[in-house]
């Protein structure tokens, strides 16, 4: 059973950063690809950004490409998402998902493409 574990939300002013941790469980991470999804409040979860299963490729939704980066470490099973310049909009559930490794690229911003997720955890930006 693969169980993922989201960490490191909480409240923040406009501008600051916070470091988002996910911790993957049951089975070797390197069998997956993982991203991270965000919900707010009355709208759909919507892709933030993705990295292969080895790191070597990474994409990001156009409205946090060059605030957020995505990293991994398959040893410790881990994910992070380091968020900088944060904006009153990035408030919302923050969720990690994990893919199978035959998942293609463009496929990977869809919520469908994720067969296991994370519980959440709450980023809260203040203006």
């Known amino acids: 059973q693969v169980q993922l574990v989201e960490s490191g939300g909480g409240l923040v002013m406009a501008g600051g950063s916070l470091r988002l941790s996910c911790v993957l469980s049951g089975r070797a991470s390197s069998n997956y690809h993982m991203a991270w999804f965000r919900q707010a409040p009355g709208k759909e979860r919507e892709f933030v950004g993705y990295?292969?299963?080895?790191?070597?490729?990474?994409d990001y939704a156009d409205s946090v490409k060059a605030r957020f980066a995505i990293s991994r470490d398959n040893d410790k099973n881990a994910v992070w998402l380091q968020m900088n310049s944060l904006k009153p909009e990035d408030t919302a559930v923050y969720y990690c998902?994990?893919?199978?490794?035959?998942?293609?690229?463009?496929?990977?911003?869809?919520?469908?493409?994720?067969?296991?997720w994370g519980q959440g955890t709450q980023v809260t930006v203040s203006s």
């Open positions: 990295i292969s299963w080895n790191g070597a490729v990474a």
């Open positions: 998902a994990a893919a199978s490794r035959t998942i293609t690229r463009p496929d990977a911003t869809f919520v469908k493409s994720y067969a296991y």
